[in-house]
């Protein structure tokens, strides 16, 4: 069972929605998911002010220990009192949702055609756990590593000044400065996979749908700050998923919209015309135009 086979139950209307054209562009703008992308930039602000304060109790003890001669204190296990994997399976059910509304609204404003939701379910099923999984091992990764670091920062031995005390404010602000890049380490994540998963989802579908090109959309999603201008270029440019374009002109790097880290562009989809199977029929379609565009 194919995309049209399941969701179109009205040929003759579909046919005439298309009539001799050989592709229909969308009709509807699909947006980009930008409250998923905060939603996820949400989890690094709550997760900074939990490892805040179990990194700040820390630094005063290993400080204390060090302005009097001790041995500073091992630097303990953390354990996130937030729940990373309810949040990202929670956040890959938005996106989920997201994305096959706003296909589905695509799919009905250019074709008519009133979609099944239940359909696409389980075919993202596992792509959206994968991709939960995955960003909740970067996010544990991530607060590791700065756990560590910071382990580093506080076992170094301290300066000793003129007086024969130890210099233990570099030491705090190197502290500090560590502890609190979590957040903007999480917004980097955020940034990145959002992006990503939604232009592969919308890939996904067209692909089941049978829609091998799209139309590159760059305003109005750009980012604050501002579009790439190898990305503007690309603005209403029409491409195929299996061939996208160069998205840096100095790298040569090619991809399709949303690949490029920060990037908000959108694929909007070009359906093709499902009673005009291959080249002669299209061939043959290109003639009848001709003849009518003569009349
Ligand atoms: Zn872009």
Redesign the pocket.
Known sequence: MNFYQVHYTDPGKLKKRFGLQHELESRYDLQYPINIEREYKRLGSDLQLDFDKWAEAFIVDAITALHSGNPIPELPVYSPQIDIEARMAALSALLTRFSIRQWRLAVKRTLGIDINIDYYKSMLAIYMREWALEQEELVRQKIEEIREELNTVLCEEPEINDAGAPELIPIVETADKTRSSTNTAISFFAVNAVGVAYSDIIEQLCRDAEVGKYKWI?RPY?SKAG??PD?AK?HGTKHKWDTPPV?NLKTGETGN??D?Y????IASPIFPNPFLAGAILSNITASVERRLRRR
């Open positions: 760059t750009a579009t790439r990305h690309l998205i919209p949303g490029d920060n990037c908000h562009c």
